[in-house]
């Protein structure tokens, strides 16, 4: 199975995205899904299908479509800015139809003949304003459909026609003619013109899709900006030259230059020099991390101290830029469960109230009601009944919530995502790399700095991590001497000869072994008290003497316990899970406030064994989230109702999770579980507001208690409600 996104053209509403699933959908071995606000298609397709097919599919529904651009091509041109032409024809229709609406509407502005006025003006409002409601109208007819547009087109033409035929068959058009404006349909019997409900209805509307397509132009602002991060040229070495070139030439093994304050070209490895940079902008921290030769750092990132050489591991798609946007848009083209709920309504929405409407017009003429409340309430329900709001409910606050998350570094997957941070009761947090550093470090000494010389040295020839955090740390106060005579004693410890003394170092039980010496007391009651603590203590020997413990443990991070504050505050069930022995693992669980037992501590676990514990806590009947960063939490993390991967981590985690997020910041867990339990939030409230809206609207239109034109800015208003209710994502606070 192959996968492609098309851009598609010439949707107006979320019919016309149904519409266009649908047809896709029936090619067999085709999966579609359409999304209104984004104009794309997402598409997996069998190898019987070609990408082609699919666009002609789309071309004979009356759309169009577009492939995605090959990156070795010229980028596509910019699509044209949407609401700048609704802009325009907003203005001109308004200021056509304001004195429409006035003449119509005051009896002391009705002059001689003031109706042909109000025709004259009317007329460019009807046709030329209402043209893509019209225009869209048509072309779903010749494909025997019916969309959105199509209510607003009957309706704003219903009115017209029956204004023209009253203008040019009955007394309305003879001079002296007046009308007044009820906020209730008129039941005089008299005729009455609906010039003004024609203009001012197209007005209403063309006014919503303008503030529609400003919406989703800002909503998908995030996501542009994320694609413009990048740098657009870099100064690479040819030799001891510096040649400045496009971005889109530097290739993998490439090294290039990035002086202060410029943007780091691509994904890397600094190969000389040290500065800070600026990690912002991809993962929401505004401290900046330093970094030296060996260290990698991230393409759009920007340095901000001294000057560093680049090597280029990954370049143009491979990036952790380029990655981010790609789930960033796929999360905003895929669908949340509700959304196939609002798309099932729609697809069956418009022929219903079409067939409503004349109900409503021939309920009324059988009533014996007046022809022209007839008409009023047929045409009212028409225009009221448009869901727009429905449609745009779901995907533009989708829009606006993963948007928001990419620019703090919490990318969201897919929207089906968001159901379980709802559901979620526990979450399960890997210890090391998650909840912990995953680097050791020396936490106390109890040697004087001679013997320290000696025991860093001897361990400085040594690749375990400890080994380097002790040699790391004895090097603080100088550089080490050399070491002689090396020997490696799998895994029990080290030994060697610096500067003339035979050292060793290692486990107490090998130690006392190799140099049959007594064990001082106070270094063993400093051992003991680290082993309680969960710490590991490296024994030292000089000469056939025991005389120095260093005491090592892995780190907690320093927000660790800030972020299980917040995860306890949502309400969630915070518990360690660990392959280190339990009584490491209860001390990390003291330090950040996890609280220490069977359930809520689990250590002592193999790597294979880590989904079987997740399995167990569902079996429990809890909804479990992980977290996790390493090739071996990967199993975990797909088990897991809700997966959630450090961006620090490997990019088996990364896959396997439902978010991903970039910054090793754990309080960035809290924060996505909130900002997701919000954007769900806003979509539940956008569904509501717009059923709410259509089943109390439609009784009062159907009724005769709604005048046309209220209806036509009601419906409107709508769409506009529920963008902007969307938009108040954009100001969600991250706790860090």
């Known amino acids: 199975m192959s996968s492609v996104v098309l851009d598609v053209g010439g949707m107006t ?22 999304n209104y606000a984004t104009e794309q298609a997402t ?81 460019p409002v009807v046709v030329w304003g209402a043209w893509p409601f019209h225009r869209a109208a048509w072309v779903n007819l010749r494909h025997g459909a019916a969309t959105m547009d199509t209510l607003i087109s009957v309706g704003v033409s219903a009115a017209y026609l029956w204004s023209l035929w009253a203008l040019f068959f009955t007394h309305a058009g003879m001079p002296g003619m007046t009308m007044s404006f009820d906020l209730l349909p008129s039941d005089t019997g008299d005729v009455h013109l609906y010039l003004e409900v024609a203009a001012a209805v197209t007005t209403f509307l063309t006014a919503g899709r303008y503030f529609e397509a400003r919406a989703k132009r800002q909503s998908g602002a995030a996501l542009r900006a994320l694609l413009g991060m990048g740098a657009k040229d870099v100064a690479i070495l040819r030799g001891s030259q510096e040649v400045r070139i496009p971005v889109g030439e530097l290739s993998v093994g490439d090294q290039f230059v990035v002086r202060p304050g410029e943007k780091i070209a691509t994904d890397g490895v600094v190969v000389s020099g040290s500065s800070a940079v600026d990690m912002s902008m991809l993962t929401g921290e505004s401290v900046p991390v330093e970094k030296g030769p060996g260290d990698d750092v991230v393409g759009a990132t920007v340095n901000v101290g001294g000057r560093l050489t680049v090597r280029a591991t990954r370049v143009g798609a491979d990036t952790q830029l380029a990655q981010m946007a790609r789930l960033v848009n796929e999360a905003q083209s895929g669908k949340a469960e509700v959304q196939r709920l609002a798309d099932r309504v729609s697809a069956v929405f418009v022929p219903v109230v079409i067939g409503l409407s004349l109900l409503t017009l021939a309920g009324w003429l059988l009533a014996g009601g007046p022809v022209s409340a007839a008409f009023t309430a047929a045409v009212a329900v028409l225009i009221i009944a448009c869901p727009c709001a429905l449609g745009l409910a779901t995907p533009t606050a989708l829009l606006v919530g993963t948007g928001r998350g990419a620019q703090l570094g919490i990318l969201i997957k897919g929207p089906q995502m968001l159901e379980s941070t709802r559901r979620v009761d526990t979450v399960v947090l890997d210890k090391t790399g998650t909840v912990t550093t995953g680097q050791m470090s020396v936490v106390a000494t109890f040697a004087d700095e001679a013997t320290m010389r000696l025991f860093g040295a001897v361990e400085s020839a040594s690749e375990h991590p400890i080994a380097r955090a002790i040699a790391a740390h004895a090097g603080e106060h100088g550089e080490l001497p050399a070491v002689e005579e090396f020997v490696n004693h799998g895994g029990s410890g080290v030994s060697g000869v610096v500067d003339g003394h035979r050292v060793a170092a290692g486990r107490l039980g090998w130690l006392t072994e190799t140099v049959a010496a007594p064990v001082p007391d106070d270094l063993r009651a400093a051992a003991e008290a680290a082993e309680a603590e969960g710490q590991t203590p490296v024994w ?15 780190t907690v991070k320093d927000n660790a316990a800030d972020a299980i504050a917040d995860l306890r505050a949502l309400g969630l069930t915070p518990v360690l899970l660990t392959g280190d022995n339990r009584r490491a693992a209860e001390a990390v669980a003291r330090q950040v406030g996890i609280e220490v037992g069977p359930a809520s ?15 167990r806590l569902q079996r429990d009947g809890k909804v479990v989230a992980m977290v996790g960063d390493g090739v071996n939490d990967a199993a975990a993390l797909a088990q897991s109702d809700l997966g959630l991967a450090m961006g620090t981590g490997t990019d088996a985690a990364i896959e396997a999770s439902d978010l991903t997020l970039v910054t090793g910041d754990l309080r960035a867990v809290p924060d996505a579980i909130r900002l997701s339990r919000a954007t769900l939030g806003t979509i539940k409230g956008n569904l509501f507001w717009a059923f709410a809206y259509n089943v109390a609207a439609l009784p009062l239109a159907a009724f005769g208690l709604l005048n046309p034109l209220i209806a036509g800015a009601a419906m409107a208003f709508s769409s506009v409600f529920v963008v902007t209710n969307s938009l108040r994502l954009r100001r969600f606070t991250p706790s860090r």
């Open 13 to 34: 509403c979320a019919s016309c995205a149904a519409r266009v699933e649908k047809k896709l959908n029936k090619i067999d071995g085709v999966s579609a899904s359409v």
């Open 540 to 554: 030292f020997a000089a000469d056939g003497a025991i005389c120095g413990v260093v005491v090592v443990s892995d």
């Open 601 to 615: 501590v689990i250590a002592e676990v193999l790597p294979r064994d880590k989904v079987e514990a997740v399995r």
């Open 43 to 123: 598409v997996t397709y069998p190898e019987t299908v070609r990408p082609e097919d699919l666009v002609a599919v789309v071309e004979a529904t009356g759309y169009t479509a577009t492939l995605p651009t090959p990156e070795s091509e010229e980028p596509e041109p910019p699509r044209p800015d949407e609401a700048a032409a609704w802009r325009q024809r907003l203005a001109i229709s308004a200021a056509l139809s304001i004195p429409v609406v006035l003449l119509s509407m005051i009896p002391a502005l009705q002059f001689d003949n003031w109706q042909w006025l109000t025709l004259t003006l009317a007329s």
